[in-house]
């Protein structure tokens, strides 16, 4: 399973971006799929994730801001992120969890960097 995301970029405080992200390969059954983030000497934190059962979850820090979107069925997902924020500037990663039977594997995308400039 590959997971290719794209969409990140530089932008000014109070500005907008789209993060995009798509699944491929030996796919069976999609559980959740989502956005993490990683700032230097930070750990990696969850931004947004979107269940198959569409419940949706956002991190305090991007609430009323961000929005996940996508149809997980259909093993992509998006992120749109308005009024970024320095404090949002990391290497975002797209998730997803997938079951094969009864064993669940979590993939992870090649990360792409947002530059928010004050």
């Known amino acids: 399973v590959q997971l290719q995301a794209s969409g990140g970029g530089f932008v000014q405080a109070g500005g907008s971006l789209k993060l995009s992200c798509a699944a491929s390969?030996?796919?069976?059954?999609?559980?959740?799929m989502g956005w993490y983030r990683q700032a230097p000497g930070k750990e990696r934190e969850l931004v947004a994730v979107?269940?198959?059962?569409?419940?949706?979850t956002y991190a305090d820090s991007v609430k009323g801001r961000f929005t996940i979107s996508g149809d997980i069925s259909k093993t992509a997902v998006y992120l749109q992120m308005d009024d970024l924020k320095p404090d949002d500037s990391a290497v975002y990663y797209c998730?997803?969890?997938?079951?094969?039977?009864?064993?669940?594997?979590?993939?992870w995308g090649q990360g792409t960097l947002v530059t928010v400039s004050s």
């Open positions: 390969g030996n796919i069976h059954s999609v559980n959740d």
């Open positions: 979107n269940t198959i059962g569409s419940t949706i």
């Open positions: 998730h997803a969890s997938i079951f094969y039977g009864a064993t669940e594997n979590h993939y």
